[in-house]
């Protein structure tokens, strides 16, 4: 096997004999398909192959949303009927991929394999209809969204302005050792609070802290148990002490 990269080719140190030459080149054809040739000590040989073009290209780039390059995720083409065809390419460095041989005058479909491609939960558009005319297709780009690896709780707390000071919330990993606080946040006017980046495929237990003395006021602390599955889950409470 001999890769061209420049023309002419030329083939030195033969031995005399028979060779069997045979061009391959995907998207194109090429006449004669292929060739016997004996070579003769002292002598040179030359032949002259035809190539046509039968086969198109398509090119693209896969970015995130805020525009960062993505290699290795893998571009589906795929066409139904006369048009039936299925070829993949996969993203370079730069997110650049490069689909070859489809045929012209045949509409396909671009689309993003997720099943193929390491952490990527969906990609937008989730495909692009392309026409394939006589030359490549360009620009057939897409944005793609990883999977997930941490997870965000947030919430709002309905209580009354005089108790927000006196009252904290705190999130327990009941997946971790038994009782472990891992996280606490002051309440403030907003009465929202956020706990960002926890780990996934945890059971938390949210609660609230409160600096009120059970003798002045009745209140029930709130118990909420939360599976971390997803990018966040946002939970709303209410905490109502009563004076005695």
Excluded: W
């Excluded at 997870?151 to 707390?157: A, K, L, R």
């Excluded at 327990?172 to 780990?199: C, T, Y």
């Amino acid at each position: 096997n001999v890769k061209l990269d420049s023309l002419p080719l030329v083939l030195t140190g033969l031995v005399p004999g028979d060779y069997y030459i045979r061009p391959i080149m995907k998207e194109y054809q090429f006449t004669p398909s292929s060739k016997m040739l004996t070579i003769t000590e002292g002598l040179e040989e030359l032949i002259e192959l035809q190539a046509e073009r039968v086969a198109y290209s398509c090119y693209g780039r896969v970015t995130t949303l805020n525009k960062t390059p993505q290699a290795d995720v893998v571009v589906e083409a795929s066409g139904t009927g006369d048009c039936a065809l299925l070829e993949e390419g996969v993203t370079g460095p730069e997110g650049e991929y490069r689909i070859r041989g489809l045929i012209p005058n045949c509409p396909i479909t671009v689309s993003v394999r997720t099943d193929k491609s390491d952490n990527v939960r969906r990609a937008a558009p989730p495909s692009k209809q392309v026409m394939v005319a006589d030359e490549d297709s360009t620009s057939v780009d897409f944005i793609i969204f990883h999977e997930p690896t941490t997870f965000d709780i947030t919430g709002y707390i309905e209580i009354a302005d005089e108790f927000i000071q006196s009252t904290k919330v705190i999130l327990v990993d009941d997946s971790r050792e038994a009782g472990k606080k891992i996280h606490a946040s002051q309440l403030d006017q907003s009465r929202l609070f956020i706990f960002p980046e926890m780990d996934l495929s945890h059971v938390y237990t949210l609660k609230l802290e409160s600096a009120l003395s059970p003798s002045m006021f009745n209140f029930k602390i709130p118990d909420i148990k939360i599976k971390s599955e997803g990018p966040f889950q946002h939970i709303e409470t209410t905490f109502n002490p009563i004076r005695k």
